[in-house]
């Protein structure tokens, strides 16, 4: 009625109500997360996993909850499977081979490789042969320097010896259920391999063959910017992060050989390569937000700190 009372106040209401009804409908129909561009890096980003490790193991992720995160922000994101244990070379020749298709297949010129653990050397090796197709090397909780656990088993397990053959046996029987779960029963495997090549003088020679991004002294940092690659690493230093977490009673245990700040299975020192972005309330396995993303509820989620370097390599042009 155009005479009623407060007829134009109403009529204002009632549109921005439409309005309001109108704008849901989009949104419901959009997708939950609309990507922001936080993490679109120029050139795709590889994720290597280390030792026993997969991309998928029956249905989870080894960087778990990682590769999602990424890509919802703009991310092109592979996750590289290699053999759960061998050498650094044979691994890094694996990943070589899958770096290339990824570039086919994109059509980009080079990519962003991150690795964890024995994913660090792994990535080095590609970087260090293959500097033109590599933009950046990150390494978390890398073996760098080797890793003192490695020296142990080697001193427990002797090459030859009857100790040796029974856990080469043992450890292909837990490598074939990786396998099983993940859809890599078609590479190589050899724990023995993989063993000397995380020693202390496995990786030594491995540094003298590809010194790129490695501290030149102690526990400080490389040189960030090699033959066209940028080198970057950061770890963890609490092998005990969360009482729910059955990983974190076995990392505690080996924590104690050695006698300063490591994860559990490598040493703060040991792990830097190239600028050291830090190192934070995690143990070895918390830097792939694993188990299930249990992990220190005080300290930085381990998904925020990809998400973060991902923008620093954004912003790099990387």
Sequence with gaps: ??????????????????????????????????????????????????????????????????????????????????????????????????VKNILAITGAAKVNLVGHSHGGPTIRYVAGVAPQLVASATSIGGVNRGSRVADL???????????????????????????????????????????NSLTTAGVADFNRRFPQGVPTSGCGSGAELVNGVRYYSWTGTLPVTNVLDPSDGPLGLLSLVFGEANDGLVSACSSRLGTNLGEYRQNHLDEVNQMLGLRDWFSVDPVTLYRQHANRLKLLGL
């Design 1 to 98: 009625m155009p005479g009623f009372p407060g007829h134009t106040a109403l009529g204002r209401l009632l549109r921005r109500l439409a309005l309001l009804i109108a704008c849901s409908a989009l949104l419901w129909g959009a997708p939950a997360q609309a990507q922001s561009g936080y993490t679109q890096t120029r050139y795709p980003i590889v994720l290597v996993h280390g030792l026993f490790g997969f991309d998928s193991l029956f249905g989870v992720d080894y960087f778990y909850g990682i590769p999602g995160a990424l890509r919802q922000d703009g991310a092109r994101v592979f996750v590289a499977q290699v053999s759960a244990a061998n050498s650094t070379e044979v691994r890094g020749e694996q990943l070589l081979a899958q």
């Design 153 to 195: 088993l080697r001193g427990t397990l002797p090459p030859g010896t009857l100790a040796e053959s029974v856990a080469n046996g043992a450890i292909n029987a837990f490598v074939a259920l990786i396998n099983l779960g993940s859809g890599g029963s078609g590479l190589p495997q050899m724990p023995t391999a993989a063993l």
